[in-house]
């Protein structure tokens, strides 16, 4: 069963960091790529940063350049987003979601439509708040 568990969030300052992980388990193939999305109040789920299992190619959407790092860890199967100088728009749910069926590339997986996330796998999110 596959399984994209999420951890890392929490309650942090402006200017504040976190790093968020997310922990692959139960693929029959490794996915093609993983992906960081947030889905703010109120707002549509948005892809974030974007990373290739194979080759490690990233990608980042514009307001995170910079500031957030995506990562991967092969051996423990994990992705990470380190995120420096948060703001309070970085707030919101934070998904991990995996490209299973090897259907997109990296950027291609970042920019997807939100009428096709069906065809990623996900994690349950975690809750990023950048406050005073």
């Known amino acids: 069963q596959v399984q994209l568990v999420e951890s890392g969030g929490g309650l942090v300052q402006p200017g504040g960091s976190l790093r968020l992980s997310c922990a692959a388990s139960?693929?029959?193939?490794?996915?093609?790529?993983i992906g960081w999305f947030r889905q703010a109040p109120g707002k549509e789920r948005e892809g974030v940063s974007c990373?290739?299992?194979?080759?490690?190619?990233?990608f980042y959407e514009d307001s995170v350049k910079g500031r957030f790092t995506i990562s991967r860890d092969s051996a423990k199967n994990t992705v990470y987003l380190q995120m420096d100088s948060l703001r309070p728009e970085d707030t919101g749910v934070y998904y991990c979601?995996?490209?299973?069926?090897?259907?997109?590339?990296?950027?291609?997986?970042?920019?997807?439509?939100?009428?096709?996330?069906?065809?990623?796998?996900w994690g349950q999110g975690t809750q990023v708040t950048v406050s005073s």
């Open positions: 979601a995996a490209d299973s069926l090897r259907i997109t590339t990296v950027h291609a997986m970042c920019v997807l439509s939100s009428s096709l996330y069906q065809y990623l796998s």
């Open positions: 139960g693929f029959s193939v490794d996915p093609s790529t």
């Open positions: 990373i290739s299992v194979s080759d490690g190619n990233t």
